[in-house]
């Protein structure tokens, strides 16, 4: 991570933030349901423009879309119970039992403040949040339930707004680069010689770092966050999601929870536990294991080994292996603490950095 962009991380502003009478607390919705109305009512609206002409069918099943990207864990919610009601109409136990699990799964893929670790698996997607992560379908604009998006709908429109982070390559690590020459590198992509600390921007491709003669030269592609502007509870400071941009489209790629404080007990070396656990039960392809990082004070997941960093500290070249061994959605995820307070968590976070190498992949071909 750079230094730039840690301090974008860690500058977060949480919009909202209240303290109820136990009266008004009883009366509050819960968040499952809230999120259940919001949802239904998005739905009746884009209904009720259809009933009256003002949408086609295309534009209906649009709008339909857009709802359950505003609302996913509410949408989730009614698709199980409508398959509930399909498969036991004659069997009213079964019904009952399966209408149960409906709202299980609600209430696991809907933001739980209390849940230091809010990763979910439902049918093979990841849920952080409340938010579907890592899909392949780009957006022109991100609107996601409880989080400002305005950062990444801004850099949508104008890609100097970008961020570059999450994790640093040699350009010749992609597949259509390895046979290059540095100097070809160098001349296609107009790099500097000399050291390029600030980093140089390369349009349709991203930003690189360092002399290109350097094994330990970077290339980062652009991003940005939507952070989530609610009452976060008594545990987590922030949430953000970092989606890759790519030609005015945005892909959800790096999940991140900051903690102000931990529940009692729980340390670095759970949380990444509890995090391997979720990606072990659910991705049974690959086993995940945890390793420390010699450079800072981290562990590190992941299904292949990282034995490569930058200059920060920080993993590099991640991508070498995955596209060298065809390795596909693969999770990197993170936790940093205090080095002055070893059991205390800084933060989380959690890549799919297979969706970056392809990413990758793609932009490097045009040079």
Not at 24 to 31: A, G, I, L, R
Not at 67 to 77: D, E, L, N, R, W
């Amino acid at each position: 991570m750079k230094k730039s962009t840690r301090i974008f991380f860690l500058t977060l502003g949480i919009g909202y933030s209240g303290v109820m009478l136990a009266d008004e607390e009883k009366k509050t919705p819960k968040p499952q349901n809230k999120e259940t109305s919001q949802y239904l009512t998005c739905r009746k609206k884009s209904l009720k423009l259809f009933k009256a002409g003002f949408l086609d069918k295309n534009e209906l099943e649009a709008e339909g879309n857009s709802c359950k990207s505003q609302f996913p864990g509410a949408a989730v919610f009614i698709d199980c119970k409508k398959v509930a009601f399909k498969k036991n109409k004659k069997d009213p136990k079964a019904l009952k039992a399966s209408l149960l699990a409906c709202k299980d799964v609600l209430a696991k893929v809907t933001f739980n403040p209390e849940d230091p670790v809010p990763f979910y698996f439902h049918r093979r997607r990841l849920y952080f949040a409340g938010v579907p992560l890592f899909s392949q379908n780009g957006e022109d604009e991100v609107k996601v339930p409880k989080f400002n998006c305005s950062a990444v709908n801004a850099a949508l429109k104008k890609p100097q707004k970008a961020e570059f982070m999450f994790f640093g390559n040699h350009p010749k690590v992609f597949e259509s680069l390895k046979d290059h020459s540095v100097e070809a590198i160098r001349k296609s992509m107009k790099l500097p010689t000399g050291p390029n600390k600030k980093g140089k921007f390369v349009a349709k491709f991203g930003k690189v770092f360092g002399d290109i003669k350097d094994a330990k030269a970077s290339a980062y592609f652009p991003t940005a966050s939507c952070s989530f502007d609610r009452d976060s509870g008594e545990f987590i400071d922030g949430l953000k999601v970092s989606y890759l941009l790519e030609e005015g489209l945005a892909f959800p790629y790096v999940a991140i929870i900051f903690y102000k404080k931990m529940p009692e007990g729980k340390k670095a070396q759970e949380l990444i536990d509890a995090l391997a656990a979720t990606l072990n039960t659910f991705e049974k392809n690959h086993r995940y294991t945890v390793s420390k990082n010699p450079k800072k004070p981290q562990l590190i997941l992941s299904s292949f080994p990282i034995n490569d960093f930058d200059e920060e500290g920080d993993p590099h070249n991640v991508c070498k292996k995955i596209i060298d061994n065809s390795l596909v959605n693969r999770y990197l995820g993170i936790v940093q603490w205090d080095s002055k307070a070893a059991s205390f968590p800084e933060y989380i976070l959690l890549a799919n950095v297979s969706l970056m190498c392809d990413m990758g992949n793609r932009l490097a071909t045009k040079f």
